[in-house]
Every structure is written in C-alpha cells, then in structure tokens.
C-alpha cells in the first residue's frame, strides 16, 4: 500500500518554470519505478515522464524533451519534475505513478499508484 501526494503546480507565466514534487509513503520507494503523467481537460491522459528505481536511467516524451527533468531522492521517498520554459500546451493536472516493474514504462496501465494530481497553468 503506497499513497502518493503531489505538490508544486500553480499559475506561471509562458516561459517561466515550475518544480513540481511527489512523496512517497507506505512502501519501499526504492522498489518502485517513478513516471509523471498529465491531463488537459477532454484529452487522454499522456506520458510525461518516468525514472528507474536507482534514478539512473530517465526518459521523457518528445513534447517535454530538453525543458523538463524528472530526479529522485530515495532517502527524501520524493520524486521531482522540474519544468523550464513552460509553454501554454503544458497546462494540465499533472500525476506522479509508481511501478514497481522492472522496466520504464510510458502509458498508464502497468503503474500501481497514482497521486491526487496537482494543477499547471501556463498563460500566455
């Protein structure tokens, strides 16, 4: 049983940045395989991106590529997302997820637990 809560999200200007953060509790964080999602209002929600459980291995979408980093701090139980150079098609409610897999993952269904969700809204 792992709940996770995130926090961070907010209103930023177009081009400003945003340090989103996911903590952990209830199970081992160290196990698990950490993604971050997000959700515009009538879309899927898509991949944004995910970090292996040692925090050495990382991917992320195209559409975020080069603006956003996703780390984690094991001893903290917090998985992070740093977003630079926010765009307006970046507002959405943002997810972390846990996968305790052994491979990354970039679509919903193998991660075991999701926050609440924390909003980003980027104007223009």
């Known amino acids: 049983q792992v709940q996770l809560v995130e926090s961070g999200g907010g209103l930023v200007q177009a081009g400003g940045s945003l340090r989103l953060s996911c903590a952990a509790s209830?199970?081992?964080?160290?196990?698990?395989?950490m993604g971050w999602f997000r959700q515009a209002p009538g879309k899927e929600r898509e991949f944004v991106a995910a970090?292996?459980?040692?925090?050495?291995?990382?991917y992320y979408a195209d559409s975020v590529k080069g603006r956003f980093t996703i780390s984690r701090d094991n001893a903290k139980n917090t998985a992070y997302l740093q977003m630079n150079s926010l765009k307006p098609e970046d507002t959405a409610v943002y997810y972390c997820?846990?996968?305790?897999?052994?491979?990354?993952?970039?679509?919903?269904?193998?991660?075991?637990?999701w926050g609440q969700g924390t909003q980003v809204t980027v104007s223009s």
């Open positions: 997820a846990a996968d305790n897999g052994i491979v990354l993952s970039t679509i919903t269904s193998p991660y075991d637990y």
């Open positions: 209830g199970g081992t964080f160290s196990s698990y395989s």
């Open positions: 970090i292996s459980k040692s925090g050495r291995g990382t």
